[in-house]
């Protein structure tokens, strides 16, 4: 059982940042990829970033490479999204999620569990 913890989200203008964190807890399965994905009213889930154990590997989705960046810090079991750059596109429901391998993925069916959600809104 993994339990997830994020902070982070807000309200924001075009063009300011955020960072988002999302803290595991729990029991984990040796090392573990993470990821966050993005959700808005009337649209499906989608991937935003994930990243490896080690951090070596990194994977973004198209629309927002070169303005967000995931990192983690294993010591404290804790992954971050730094958000630059925002667009009023961006508005989700942010969640991070947990994929007990060590490499990461872009598909939401291959993470064992997920966080509650945090809610990022990005004004004009």
């Known amino acids: 059982q993994v339990q997830l913890v994020e902070s982070g989200g807000g309200l924001v203008q075009a063009g300011g940042s955020l960072r988002l964190s999302c803290a595991a807890s729990?029991?984990?399965?040796?090392?573990?990829?993470m990821g966050w994905f993005r959700q808005a009213p009337g649209k499906e889930r989608e991937f935003v970033a994930a990243?490896?154990?080690?951090?070596?590997?990194?994977l973004y989705a198209d629309s927002v490479k070169g303005r967000f960046t995931i990192s983690r810090d294993n010591a404290k079991n804790t992954v971050y999204l730094q958000m630059n750059s925002l667009k009023p596109e961006d508005t989700a429901e942010y969640y991070c999620?947990?994929?007990?391998?060590?490499?990461?993925?872009?598909?939401?069916?291959?993470?064992?569990?997920w966080g509650q959600g945090t809610q990022v809104t990005v004004s004009s």
């Open positions: 999620a947990v994929r007990q391998i060590i490499i990461p993925s872009i598909l939401l069916n291959e993470y064992d569990y």
């Open positions: 729990g029991r984990t399965f040796s090392y573990y990829a």
């Open positions: 990243i490896s154990w080690s951090g070596s590997t990194t």
